[in-house]
């Protein structure tokens, strides 16, 4: 017999809305309508790296600092092309290397409630 095979699909209105509530739970800021100009590897902060974005929002440009970026731009993601040449410049390495940390305490709390 063949294996059986269940998925689930939703709505994307409806995944965006949990993503956005969860998302605003946490304190996560977003940003919808907007162009990534530029993203860089900036200064050195206590946990790694930040990250510093110019963006441009209705046609006004702004800048923030970040320590972890999403990119949900989409087939043709700047971000993802940003990344692609970081790692054929040899910066890839510099990212990962600056964003190390010892996670294993968080990683056990989640497994032992």
């Known amino acids: 017999p063949e294996k059986a095979r269940s998925g689930v699909w939703i709505a994307r209105k409806s995944f965006l809305d949990l993503l956005d509530a969860e998302a ?19 200064s050195e902060a206590a946990d790694g790296f930040l990250l510093e974005a110019k963006m441009q929002q209705a046609g006004e440009p702004f800048q923030m600092k970040a320590r972890l970026v999403v990119g949900c731009d989409g087939l043709n993601s700047r971000v993802r092309e940003t990344l692609k040449h970081w790692y054929a410049e040899g910066r890839g390495a510099e990212v990962a290397e600056k964003g190390k940390r010892d996670r294993s305490k968080e990683a056990a709390r989640l497994f032992d409630p």
């Open 24 to 42: 605003e739970r946490a304190g996560v800021k977003r940003y919808y309508g907007t162009t990534l100009e530029s993203l860089e590897l900036g």
